[in-house]
C-alpha cells in the first residue's frame, strides 16, 4: 500500500479548455458575442420564410402581381384572402371538420391509451405479456395501404369522418410512454388507495391522473398535432371534397398548385378574386395557428411530461 509524502504533492494538469475562438475561454466576451451572432442568425433563417408567408397573405394584387410571387411586406394589408376563405365555402368547412376531427379523435385516443397503459402497468393483469407484446409488435410492423384500406372498405367507413380517427386511434409509443410513467407512482399511494377500498377506477381518476398531468398534456398534444396535421387517411377514404380536413385542402391547393375557382371562396358580388399566391399563403397560415395558439400552454410540461415517462420505463 502505497502512502503520499507531503514533501512532494502530486501534481495535476492544469484544466484545458477548448473553444472555437483561439486563446477564448467559452465564457469570455467573444465567444458570448459569437453564440449570440450564431442563434441571432439561427432565428432569423426560421422566422423569414414565417414573415413572407403571412405578408403575402395580407397584400394587395398589385403589390403581388409588382412582387412576382411572395412579398417580405406589405404595403397596404388587407384581409381580403381571409374573408373570403372563412366566409363560407371549402377552407371553411374544412376548419370545422379538422377541429371536429381534432377534438373528437384527441380525446378517444386519450381515453384508450390511458385505459390500456394503466392495465398494462398493473402488475398480474390479465393478458398483460401478450397485450404488451401486441403492442410493441404494432410499432415495428406497419399493416400497409392495400390491407388498410380492404379493412376501411369492409367496416363501411368509406367517406366517413370515423376512417379519419379509428386507424390511428392508439399509438404505440403514446401508451409506451405512458405506461411508463404510470409504474413510476409510488406503489405505496396505490396500496393506500386499495385499503382504504378505492375500485380501480377512483385509483386511476383519484391518485394516478392528477400525478400525471404532465405525461397526459403532452400525449394529448402528439394525439393533437397527428391529427390536425393527417392527410394521407383522407386521401385514401374521402371522396367527397365537402368532408375534407384543412391538411387535404393545404395539399391541393397549395402543394399541388390548383386554382380556387369562384364557387370554392366567397367574395362579394363583382369583386375581384384575391391573388393566388395570397389565398395559397392565407390557407397555409390557417392550417398552422391552431397549433401554434396551443402549443405555448403545454410546452412547459414537454421536458418534464416525456422524460420522466421515457427514462423510469
Known sequence: MTTLNPAHPVRRRPHRSYSAIPGETPGSPPWRVLKSLILLVCVVLVLL?????????????????KAGGYVMWPDHPSFDAYRALLNGGLVSRAMLVSVGITVVGTALSLFCSIMLAYGLSRPGSYGHRPVLMLLLMSMLFAPGVIPSYLMIK??????SYWSLILPGLINGFNVIVLRSFFMSIPKELIDSARIDGASEWKTLTRIVLPLSKASVAVIGLFYAVTYWNAFFNALLYINDAAKWPMQMVLRTYVINNAQLSGGQVDVAAGAPLPPS??????????SIVPIVVIYPFLQRHMNKGVMVGAVKG
Open 49 to 65: 420564410p414565417f414573415l413572407a408567408i403571412i405578408s403575402t397573405s395580407l397584400a394587395d394584387t398589385v403589390q403581388v402581381t
Open 154 to 159: 369492409q367496416l363501411h367507413l368509406i367517406n
Open 277 to 286: 399566391q395570397s389565398l395559397q399563403a392565407a390557407i397555409l397560415v390557417l
